[in-house]
């Protein structure tokens, strides 16, 4: 979420190639939906939390086990916030940054799943209207 370009600014390929890569997942959403008309309904939402929580907690431990020297796992940065500076600092450290770091997720997930569940609201009244 936070981009971490190693020291990469505006003048170098890195910095250009980290966001253009990221953004093509936003891309193809909006392709997927606009285009193929796929939609995301809320029970979707739900079980994408309820399958990649699990397999955060997975990671979590994984990471622990392989925190110290001479690996120092931090994968997805479940463990604790990248080392550049980052809005992530705030969360603390230990289980309480990762069940924070959770929330963020599932807030990020929520906001990516509103425009659907926006459309879908309006359908509903759209169709509530007309049949009345």
């Known amino acids: 979420?936070?981009?971490?370009?190693?020291?990469?600014?505006?003048?170098?390929?890195?910095?250009?190639?980290y966001f253009i890569v990221h953004g093509y997942i936003l891309l193809t959403m909006v392709w997927f939906g606009a285009v193929h008309g796929y939609r995301i309904r809320f029970a979707t939402f739900l079980k994408a939390v309820g399958i990649l929580f699990p397999i955060t907690i997975?990671?979590?431990?994984?990471?622990?086990?392989?925190?110290?020297?001479p690996w120092k796992f931090n994968f997805m940065f479940l463990i604790s916030p990248p080392d550049v500076p980052t809005p992530l600092d705030?969360?603390?450290h230990g289980w309480g940054y990762y069940f924070a770091f959770c929330a963020l997720c599932v807030a990020i997930l929520a906001v990516a799943w509103l425009p659907?569940?926006?459309?879908?609201?309006?359908?509903?009244?759209k169709r509530a209207s007309a049949t009345a």
């Open 90 to 92: 705030g969360f603390g």
């Open 1 to 17: 979420m936070f981009a971490n370009t190693d020291g990469a600014n505006y003048d170098t390929f890195h910095f250009y190639d």
């Open 58 to 69: 997975v990671l979590r431990v994984f990471d622990s086990a392989f925190a110290g020297d």
């Open 116 to 125: 659907w569940g926006i459309s879908s609201g309006l359908r509903r009244l």
